[in-house]
């Protein structure tokens, strides 16, 4: 204890008082440790910045800039409006989006209800099905729906004379491509309710139609919405589906790509940039708000519905959820059939041709490990800096201001287009006189893009993990003296290991399947297997590309099975603490 | 270090703590002595766990200093502090067993194994855990968690424990028992201790001293004969113990009036000014109904309007002319003796020295 920390001590403030000034305010001490927490939080910071902040922020000025890098304002949108073209784009997109929504929300809530409300057959099997989705890059259900209602389609007669190149095979495709998200807010929504709600309305004597009305649609209300806001998103910002099947017919997100990778117009890219930017910004800010209520419907003395069975409803129901997993098992069994069909369908004698890449001229398997490596890199790298993260802004003492800061950047990305971030990073990194440049066209702005790209859920998860952890470990250890990264290693980690996993599965499976905002970024030795489908697929060898989409679909599944199977092992080995 | 010489082991100095504009702590002075068993008592949103939260340095004060053993360790970290800590949830590490839970702050220490493994068995004998060291804090119950807790906490023998309502969580009777056993430890190892509690009925059995708070001041500081008996303030005797409140009007400076009869009282709140409304506090036990006689003082008749059996005794609610409502705990003997029945009228008294007068604003 030094002597100047004492000088002020007693007689200081004895003194002070009577005279009715302030007594001195007292100054926390840090430790050693204190320091140690500031600086990692400040490297966030500056990770933040370089990672998402100043990238988002050229990409604004590069829209209000002419091609010498001169001001000129609104000059740019102006021009774009002007432009039929690209106005007729802007209304393409609002109108595929929000009929795929009004559809993906319709069958993803009866699905949804099937499987919360109703006693009906197989809920297990069924609720995996509706998932699978999530496994393929949004490029398949494109490739699928040219085998199935292209030009030598099986089904094409049903589209009675419509090209399926256009508004109608993007709708089909952003419906399976969005259906598990919507589908796993709605579950939520509905799996929160409380049965003495319906055994009220049930004692009324309401009918079940009231019942409904009254009770089950209020009750997930805020699911509802928040689900339509991540679909609309979605597919408003989605690019592998209209790349692929989009035709002649134009959205924002295909546009950016034209602008950019096509025309060099790099300021009319930011301006369309932007209009996709702003309507994700505006349904993101809907549903963190939305979200905030859902979670205070539920008292914690609620009791929880459980469905009794209705034999009449539940085969009614049973119906409806095999119809909806037919369509998405149909539309990635025809990829598979595409993939393994010698000539579509005139010789349809089953064939590994198409997996043989190397032959093909299609840059081998090359881009197959590249996917992997960036997947790997990823998954580790970003569940580490993602967790670390999420620990320094929930635990850490002091820096109130920064750290909050930091879990509202930390939510931004979930607000921005892939194809948006991707833009930014090649205005951001690719500037002249950037020292950062010198990771561009290599495998770390891949990475470091991909990390950031899907930031936001995998922050929330740790949140949501660390928040279940008492509050008081990092009291104790200080109290016992024990150093905070010790308690962190040996408590924290081991305690949030399966939120760990899943971050980190979600990241590689991501990472496996995403295009949008890669395809700016790659490099020829650092191509991507999503990205490689997609020019295969431009050079017209769709069943090659299938066979890409597929080869991607089932590493993520051998992966998220592997993951199920080390949960499951994790959870026999620590069900001795962790039973309750 | 010459600072603090008045012999206290740990010396809070005019602390107050604001959370913005709330002062959750207003110009708190305290001394505790070396050894002795501390309660802050109070209900909930007092500033009694914020008092405790300030002394280990977890949220720290915004004014005024805190001296533990001469030394001033008011803007020190809490890992600089020197105390032990129970929280209420007791934050057992869940991934640990008992053994390297109670080992977690040795093995930092850098002692020999055997010497920790022996100090870990010392301790788990302490608390009366022998055998379960292996056991996770989830095959546990709460008591046996409540203990490897406080295990935890002394096994780097603090100068100071902090305990945050480490019993609420329990059930009455596992309270009941464990209080004792705390108690008995602490006398045995005389360390100096403060239990932050919301029950009075426990701060009376368990502290040598009980810190009363209320809206972030201290009310009273006393042993707990002290506090039960001579409340200093109207929110102690209603927070402490039961208690009447007969609204009166002071006429002299022992004698005060409650509709038509006077009383004469001993301890008066000094606030309590002739000739303002006061309040007439007396405790249920001290109401006496045997031997009253009839020319006796501060008697009142009543009526029984119902009465509760409580086991070793009878809760009686009396109403007394103009409606006001009294409760008296009676003696199962007395019931007996006197035939006790509801409705039955009653001639009571209240003894001049278990009477206690407060302002009539204080009463919270």
């Known amino acids: 204890m030094s002597d100047a920390a004492l000088a002020p001590a007693g007689p200081l403030a004895a003194d002070i008082r009577p005279s009715g000034n302030q007594p001195p305010r007292i100054r926390p001490q840090a430790g050693a440790e204190d320091w140690v927490m500031r600086g990692a939080i400040a490297l966030l910071g500056v990770y933040f910045i370089i990672t998402l902040v100043l990238p988002l922020y050229t990409l604004l000025i590069k829209s209000v800039e002419d091609k010498d890098k001169n001001f000129i304002g609104v000059a740019n949108f102006a021009r ?31 699905y949804a209800y099937a499987l919360t409300r109703t006693c009906m057959a197989m809920r297990g099997i069924l609720r995996a099905v509706a998932l699978v989705p999530l496994l393929a890059p949004s490029l398949l259900p494109g490739l699928a729906l040219i085998y199935l209602f292209g030009n030598q389609g099986i089904f094409k007669g049903l589209l009675m004379g419509h090209e399926i190149y256009g508004p109608i095979g993007i709708i089909i495709g952003e419906v399976f491509f969005a259906f598990p998200h919507a589908l796993i807010i709605l579950v939520t929504a509905l799996s929160v309710a409380d049965q003495r709600l319906y055994e009220a309305a049930d004692s009324l004597r309401a009918s079940p139609t009231r019942v409904f009305m009254t009770v089950t649609l209020p009750g997930c209300r805020y699911g509802l919405i928040s689900a339509a806001m991540v ?4 597919i408003f910002t989605d690019f592998g589906v209209p790349k692929v099947i989009g035709g002649s017919y134009n959205v924002l997100a295909t546009d950016v790509y034209r602008q950019v990778i096509g025309q060099f ?102 881009p197959y490990f590249n996917s992997l490596r960036m997947a790997a890199m990823v998954a580790l790298i970003g569940t580490a800096i993602v967790f670390t993260g999420a620990y320094l802004t929930e635990k850490s003492r002091g820096a109130k201001g920064l750290r909050s800061a930091l879990h509202l950047i930390a939510m931004v990305p979930l607000a921005v287009p892939g194809i948006v971030l991707g833009l930014a990073y090649i205005f951001f990194f690719n500037a ?54 010790r308690t962190f290693w040996r408590v924290t980690v081991p305690v949030c290991l399966p939120a760990i996993l899943d971050i980190s599965v979600y990241l590689f499976v991501n990472a496996m399947t995403t295009v949008s905002a890669v395809i700016f970024l790659y490099a020829s030795d650092t191509k991507l297997m999503s990205i490689n489908a997609i020019n295969t697929d431009d050079a017209g060898n769709t069943a090659s590309a299938c066979a890409m989409g597929m080869v991607i679909v089932v590493t993520s599944a ?20 962790r039973q309750r | 270090m010459a600072v603090d010489a008045g012999g206290a082991y740990l010396r809070i100095d005019h602390v107050s703590k604001s959370f913005g504009a709330f002062q959750a702590l207003k110009d708190i002075s305290l001394e ?41 360790i008011s803007a020190l970290p809490p890992a600089k502090r020197d105390f ?49 060291e292996p056991k996770y804090p989830s095959q546990l119950s709460g008591g046996q968690q409540q203990r490897v807790a406080l295990a935890r906490a002394l096994a780097m023998s603090p100068g100071l424990l902090l305990l945050d309502e480490p019993l609420s969580a329990l059930d009455a009777r596992v309270r009941q028992h464990l209080r004792g056993e705390l108690k008995d430890l602490q006398r045995k190892l005389k360390v100096t201790t403060i239990m932050v509690t919301h029950d009075q009925e426990e701060a009376l059995a368990i502290a040598d001293r009980i810190v009363v708070m209320n809206q972030g001041v201290i009310e009273q500081v006393g042993t707990p004969l002290e506090v039960y008996r001579h409340p200093k303030t109207a929110f102690v005797a209603d927070f402490v113990g039961q208690m009447n409140f007969l609204p009166v009007e002071r006429v002299a400076a022992d004698r005060v009036r409650f509709g038509a009869i006077e009383f004469t009282t001993s301890g008066a709140d000094p606030a309590a000014r002739p000739g303002v409304q006061s309040m007439l506090c007396v405790r249920p036990e001290d109401i006496q109904i ?11 008749k009543v009526k029984i309007d119902h009465m509760e059996f409580l086991g070793s005794f009878c809760r009686a609610e009396l109403i007394v002319d103009g409606g006001r409502h009294l409760k008296a705990d009676f003696s199962i003997n007395a019931m007996r003796d006197l035939a006790l029945q509801p409705g039955q009228d009653l001639t009571i008294a209240l003894p001049v020295d278990r009477l206690r007068l407060f302002q009539a604003e204080s009463h919270v």
């Open chain 2, 32 to 72: 505790i002595n070396s050894g002795e068993f501390v309660c802050f008592l109070g209900p909930s949103g007092c500033g009694k766990t914020t008092l405790l939260r300030a002394i280990a340095g977890l949220d720290i004060q915004t004014t005024g200093r805190i001296f533990q053993g001469g030394r001033d």
């Open chain 1, 432 to 485: 002249p006189g950037n020292p950062l440049g010198l990771i561009y066209n290599t495998m770390t702005i891949l990475v470091v893009n991909t990390i950031c790209h899907f930031y936001t859920v995998c922050h929330l998860t740790a949140v949501t993990a660390l928040k279940q952890v008492d509050a008081e470990f990092e009291a104790v250890s200080a109290s016992l003296k024990v150093p905070l990264f």
């Open chain 1, 80 to 110: 774009y409006f002007a432009d039929p073209a690209l106005t007729q784009s802007l209304i393409n997109t609002f109108t595929v989006s929000i009929i795929g929504t009004v559809i993906t929300i319709f069958l993803a809530f009866l």
């Open chain 1, 231 to 234: 679909v609309f998103t979605l």
């Open chain 2, 84 to 132: 032990g800590i129970v929280f209420q949830s007791y934050a057992l590490f869940p991934n640990l067993s008992v053994a390297e839970n109670v080992a977690y702050g040795l093995v930092s220490t850098n002692r020999p194994k055997a010497e920790i493994d022996a100090r870990v068995a010392e301790l788990v004998a302490l608390v009366g855990l022998g055998g379960q």
């Open chain 2, 290 to 300: 045997r031997n009253v006689a009839a020319g006796q003082g501060n008697t009142l």
């Open chain 1, 265 to 366: 117009n790099f300021q009319m890219g930011a301006v369309v940039g932007l209009l996709l930017l702003f309507p994700a910004v505006i349904s993101f800010t809907v549903d963190r708000l939305v979200q905030r209520k859902q979670v205070a419907l539920l008292s914690a003395r609620a009791v929880p519905y459980r469905p009794s069975p209705r034999p009449k409803t539940d085969r009614f129901f049973l119906i409806v959820a095999c119809l909806i997993a037919g369509f998405l098992l149909l539309i990635l069994g025809m990829a598979f059939l595409g993939s393994i069909i010698t000539f579509w369908p005139y010789k349809l004698v089953p064939t590994l041709k198409w997996y043989d890449f190397t032959r093909l001229g299609t840059d081998g398997w090359g």
């Open chain 1, 558 to 577: 051998v992966l998220k099975g592997l993951h199920s199977l080390l949960v499951r092992r994790l959870h026999k080995r620590t069900q001795a603490w």
